[in-house]
């Protein structure tokens, strides 16, 4: 596969092309979905939740943290997740600045 060259789009670009490509899995949608109807953070098995293994769900865990979509602190013997909320408006901020900008140019 070839070099994807990211130098030559904008970091906004970049950006929202890694948000894309981190959601653009079901399983972290559905765990983006269950954690963020809690009304705290998530200290459970999400295994039970999900339906999927549990070195599955710590993958998928490891990629929505990686764009900073979640938070997780350790509790105890587990770690806890929770929905970085100022991540989360910055990203709402550029897709509405993307869809707002686009102009309808229907053939």
């Given at each position: 596969m070839g070099v994807t060259k990211t130098e030559i789009f904008t970091g906004?670009?970049?950006?929202?092309a890694q948000f894309f490509k981190v959601l653009g899995h079901p399983a972290r949608v559905a765990i983006l979905q269950y954690i963020s109807n809690q009304n705290a953070c998530i200290c459970s098995d999400l295994v039970e939740e999900i339906g999927l293994a549990q070195a599955t769900i710590s993958q998928h865990l490891k990629e929505l943290k990686s764009i900073g979509l979640l938070k997780g602190e350790i509790e105890g013997k587990s770690m806890c997740y929770c929905i970085n909320i100022e991540r989360w408006s910055q990203i709402q901020h550029q897709l509405n600045t993307f869809f707002n900008k686009t102009k309808s140019n229907c053939c």
């Open positions: 906004q670009q970049n950006d929202l």
